[in-house]
C-alpha cells in the first residue's frame, strides 16, 4: 500500500502566508515574505524568505503511515546601510527646516533620517518631500553645514533584524499547532552572518523551525 507522505512545501508555504499576514507592509518589519529562495530582492531593504531544510521521516506500526519532523529556515535579511546624501545646503536649527539633497527618491513623509556633519549628529523625521530638490524635516536642534542625510543607517538595521526575530517568534508561539502541523518549535539558536544580495550588503539572521506534522 502507498505510504502518505505530506509535501513540505505544503508546510513553507502555510507557514509563509501566516508570516506575510503578520509582518509584510506599511508599519511592519518586511517590505516582503517569500516562501522559496530569490537571487535578488529589488531593492527591498527588509525581507523574509522561507527554504526547506533536512527532514526526518521513519514508519510506523501501521505500515501507510508515516511520521515526519521536517524543518523549514526562515531567513532574515535587513540592508546594512546607506551612503547619504550630501546636502547642497548649510540647515539652521529650528522648526520645519529644509534641507536640500540632490536625490530624494528614497525618502517618503514620516521616514526618520539622521542628519550628521563634522561636528554634530541628530535624527529628524520627514514632513515633506520636493522631488528631486529637498526634504523638510520636523525640527533641528544643531546647525549644520552641508551635512549627510542618511535615510538607512546602521542603527536603522539592527533594530530593523531584532524586530524581524520579535515578530517572526510571535507568529511561531501564536501558531504552534493547527491543521497543517501538529506542533511546531524552535530548532536550536538563530545564526548569523553577513550576505551580499543583488549587490547591496545585508545583514542576515536565520532563525530555524521543527515542524512535527501530523501522522500522515
Not at 26 to 54: H, I, N
Not at 126 to 138: L, M
Amino acid at each position: 500500500m502507498t505510504s502518505n507522505v505530506q509535501n513540505r512545501k505544503d508546510i513553507r508555504e502555510s507557514f509563509a502566508a501566516l508570516l506575510s499576514a503578520a509582518i509584510e507592509g506599511t508599519g511592519k518589519p518586511a517590505q516582503k515574505v517569500y516562501a522559496y529562495r530569490v537571487s535578488d530582492f529589488g531593492g527591498r531593504k527588509a525581507v523574509c524568505v522561507l527554504a526547506s531544510a533536512p527532514a526526518n521521516r521513519s514508519k510506523q506500526a501501521q505500515v501507510t503511515r508515516v511520521s515526519s519532523r521536517v524543518r523549514v529556515d526562515v531567513h532574515n535579511f535587513v540592508w546594512y546601510a546607506d551612503q547619504g546624501e550630501q546636502s547642497s545646503s548649510s540647515p539652521v536649527a529650528g522648526s520645519s527646516v529644509v534641507i536640500r539633497i540632490p536625490n530624494t527618491d528614497n525618502y517618503a513623509i514620516g521616514d526618520v533620517v539622521t542628519v550628521e556633519d563634522a561636528s554634530h549628529i541628530e535624527r529628524a523625521t520627514v514632513t515633506a518631500v520636493t522631488t528631486g530638490q529637498s526634504i523638510t524635516v520636523n525640527a533641528l536642534v544643531y546647525s549644520y553645514t552641508r551635512p549627510l542625510v542618511h535615510w538607512w543607517t546602521e542603527r536603522d538595521a539592527e533594530d530593523r533584524l531584532d524586530w524581524l526575530e520579535q515578530e517572526v517568534s510571535k507568529v511561531v508561539m501564536d501558531n504552534d499547532t493547527n491543521e497543517t502541523w501538529a506542533q511546531v518549535s524552535f530548532a536550536g539558536d538563530h545564526t548569523h552572518d553577513d550576505l551580499t544580495i543583488g549587490g547591496k550588503p545585508y545583514l542576515h539572521e536565520i532563525i530555524h523551525l521543527d515542524f512535527q506534522l501530523h501522522s500522515d
